[in-house]
């Protein structure tokens, strides 16, 4: 008999702050010198739809160092933040107070930043190299400050601010074979006893056009592989994971050792390798069948050391639920905006904007072009059934509820012509228990109903 392999998965948005970085490592395909810094005010616009999309982490990346650009110092004190930390700090604060629990991940921190972050961070990324690779055209030859203070150093100094960290292991980047198995097995025989490391990532290199390792060929499988089985025994009970669209590609790793896909921005995509699509959740479920693998959702925090902290708890609490939730429903529900009808992610969808106007009723204008038509000139049936089952899904996610349209009856009073705009409008219009209803209509410029629909809605 096969025994089920338990993976679990933290469902993430990433926030890119800056790319501005004071290093250049020859494989970043990330950084980019004047690349503003996102003011704190428009943070709560970026968290929101993460909160809608049921995250229950906010990653927040950033280059290293960026304070040592100018423009970025002009930002802090635009902020009023007299240093970057003082800004983490205050990012991290408004993602608790969105629900989100808040991943710092800047490359290498100073102890006074650790020392700012350690109330309000859920955790830190901590990024560890098996080799310097600082001679002429090496991964580190002009990214120095990479190597000011090593990732053992940083561990101690983690430990010391009572910090929870992940580790990720860059590797591929130019280190021996020899090297990462010693890596792994030094830095998990220094810290995999300690409470407040939370899980382990390791991340293969992969080649970014306009780097200087651009024709750097990515590790073999087997390479891949061999760091997992050392990783596993050097860390043999923590979460162990590799990035997601790499899982995608080899879910065999299971087999060696690999028991998690860790932070996975299933809600945003991956800002930092945007070239690897982020697959969805059922895409990963169905992978690991291959395997004889399951998918269960964690949250980012793991050990008691890092969850009992009092800044923590409500943020904690509200992640709990929603994750709670999810399972209850059986179906992983998350709006990574590339919905058909309303998904601003979607390059082929229709990208129609809903507008809300109370608590009960949303709007959307649209006009249908030819290509959506059935008959000569006539919008077909089946689009404008999907447009009124949107808006009826719409006004009851406005009430903040999640939900699936279980059943959808629509009356088609006359032909809607191609060209004209239309008027889709969604009205709450309650609920039995877990099942809720709404009306939805169709009119045109004048104002004349086309068609109209009922449906009823299953809560999840
Ligand atoms: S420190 Fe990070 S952001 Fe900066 S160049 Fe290196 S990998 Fe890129």
């Known amino acids: 008999m096969q025994t089920t392999r338990s993976v679990s998965v933290v469902v993430s948005g990433t926030v890119v702050l800056t790319r501005a970085c004071r290093e250049a490592c020859a494989y970043c395909g990330f950084r980019r010198d004047d690349d503003p810094l996102v003011p704190l005010g428009r943070l709560g616009d970026l968290f929101s739809p993460m909160t809608k999309g049921r995250a229950t982490e906010v990653v927040l990346t950033a280059g290293q160092t960026p304070a040592e650009r100018p423009h970025v110092l002009m930002a802090l004190a635009r902020d009023k933040c007299t240093s970057f930390g003082e800004y983490l700090h205050q990012a991290c604060r408004m993602a608790l107070e969105h629900g989100l629990l808040p991943v710092v991940q800047v490359g290498l921190l100073t102890p006074l930043e650790l020392k700012t972050l350690a109330p309000v961070a859920a955790s830190v990324r901590i990024p560890v190299f098996a080799a310097p690779l600082d001679g002429e055209g090496q991964a580190h030859a002009t990214a120095r400050g990479r190597l ?13 601010a009572g910090m929870p960290y992940h580790l990720d292991f860059l590797i591929g980047i130019g280190e021996s074979p020899e090297d990462r198995a010693r890596m792994a097995r030094e830095i998990g025989a220094f810290c995999a006893a300690d409470p407040w490391l939370q ?35 050097a ?14 590609r080899y879910p065999e790793l299971v087999g060696a050792g690999l028991n998690d896909l860790g932070s996975t921005p299933v809600v945003t ?40 902290r009092p800044a923590l708890a409500e943020g904690l609490t509200r992640a709990r639920e929603r ?37 009960n009723t949303c709007t959307a204008t649209w006009v249908a072009g030819a290509t959506f038509q059935g ?32 059943d959808l009856r629509v009356r088609f009073l006359r032909p809607v012509p191609v060209g004209l705009p239309l008027t889709v409008t969604g009205t709450r219009t309650g609920n039995r228990q877990r099942i809720h209803f709404a009306r939805g209509t169709v009119t045109g410029p004048d104002g004349v109903l086309l068609a109209e629909a009922e449906g009823r809605f299953a809560e999840c």
Do not use: W
């Open 148 to 160: 000011a203070l090593t990732g053992r150093e940083l561990i101690e100094k983690a430990h010391q």
């Open 199 to 233: 899980d382990v990532r390791a991340v293969p290199f992969q080649p970014v056009p306009g780097t200087p390792f651009r024709a750097r060929p990515p590790l073999p499988f087997d390479e891949v592989r061999a760091v997992i089985v050392e990783l596993a025994r």
């Open 375 to 406: 008959y000569a000139g006539i919008v077909h049936g089946g689009l404008l059934s999907t447009l009124l089952d949107e808006a009826m899904a719409h006004s009851l996610n406005g009430a903040g509820l999640q939900v699936v349209t279980a």
């Open 269 to 308: 995509g991956d800002p930092v390798m945007p070239t690897f699509p982020v697959p969805g959740l059922e895409l990963v479920k169905s992978r690991l069948v291959e395997v004889a693998g399951a998918l269960h959702e964690r949250l980012p925090l793991t050990t008691p050391a890092a969850m009992n």
């Open 235 to 248: 860390f043999p009970v923590h979460a162990l994971s590799v990035p997601i669209h790499l899982f995608a």
């Open 323 to 359: 994750l709670q939730a999810r399972a209850a429903s059986g179906l992983a529900l998350l709006d990574n905006r590339k919905c058909f009808v309303c998904g601003d992610h979607n390059p082929d969808g229709l990208r129609i904007a809903f507008q809300r106007h109370d608590a």
